[in-house]
């Protein structure tokens, strides 16, 4: 008997001890992290939540900007339940102006991180910056943070701000490729309409067409470019043939749907460059 109560007690502290480890395991679980990838950029705050922001390079730069988002409340806990708006624009001299932007939607497969873009037409300087307003809401209530940030000069030219022949304001922004490569690489561009100093619709159903060279290897071309149409997402896509690694000057002319050429010109032996192009080193 007594060895059968030594027995029953001997199993009951092994079993308390296993579901002990076990609670400790559960509690002792890694925090999935989904901005690994990503670099804190900016953050904001106010009495209730803190605001960061993330990109890929952890700078705001001239061009076109992927941006994402976490919040958190005065817990230090990251919020899942956040409808998020926000408005970037920069202060001038004589004239404030915002710039192409989308919404915010959540990561798929992320549950507190949002992502949505912006394309900076200019970077700031000493005494002319851009600012970002969030407005956002949780749970039925409306909260607002505003705060200037440093928008830095692109080291290439990755955004084309221009007037048509239409005489309508037209803002061409580099996606893709992001990292090149010597080979033909999918090329991606952002074409938008400047309708108001507010308001940067995507233009659709032009075309964007495209002319490679390099001005320090007596401005060859290359071959097998893909002209850039429009996709389901809004963008503009195309192939871009990069057959050696150093400096590339991408000419670009932009076509409506009537087939008039807006801006730009083509390449001959007297003409070496477009009046909109981009730039890309690699």
């Not at 873009?117 to 851009?130: L, S």
């Not at 005489?167 to 561009?189: C, F, G, H, R």
């Not at 938008?192 to 071309?221: L, T, W």
Request: proline share 4%.
């Amino acid at each position: 008997m007594k060895f059968l109560k030594f027995a029953f007690a001997f199993w009951a502290m092994t079993l308390i001890l296993s579901c002990s480890d076990d609670d400790n395991q559960d509690n002792n679980l890694p925090q999935i992290d989904e901005t690994a990838d990503l670099i804190l950029t900016k953050t904001m705050a106010n009495s209730d939540h803190t605001l960061a922001i993330f990109t890929k390079n952890g700078k705001f730069t001239e061009g076109y900007n992927q941006v994402f988002v976490q919040v958190k409340d005065a817990d230090n806990q990251y919020l899942s339940n956040v409808s998020l708006d926000w408005k970037p624009m920069m202060h001038m001299a004589n004239m404030m102006h915002s710039g192409p932007h989308s919404g915010f939607s959540k990561v798929e497969g992320k549950q507190s991180l949002y992502e949505a873009y912006v394309v900076f037409q200019m970077a700031g300087n000493a005494t002319e910056y851009w600012e970002l307003t969030f407005n956002y809401t949780i749970n039925g209530v409306p909260y607002e943070m505003v705060e200037s940030i440093d928008v830095q000069t692109s080291p290439k030219r990755r955004v084309a701000s221009f007037k048509g022949s239409d005489q309508q304001k037209y803002i061409l922004a580099l996606i893709e490729p992001s990292a090149p490569k010597v080979a033909v690489n999918d090329m991606t561009v952002g074409v938008f309409a400047m309708e108001s100093m507010a308001n940067f619709p995507i233009v659709n159903q032009y075309k964007v067409k495209i002319d490679p060279r390099m001005p320090s290897m007596g401005n060859h071309g290359s071959p097998n470019n893909v002209d850039l149409m429009q996709i389901s997402n809004g963008f503009y896509q195309g192939k871009l043939s990069l057959t050696m690694s150093g400096y590339w000057k991408i000419n670009l002319m932009l076509e409506n749907e009537n087939g008039e050429i807006l801006k730009g010109e083509p390449i001959t032996e007297s003409n070496e460059s477009s009046s909109i192009y981009f730039e890309i080193e690699f």
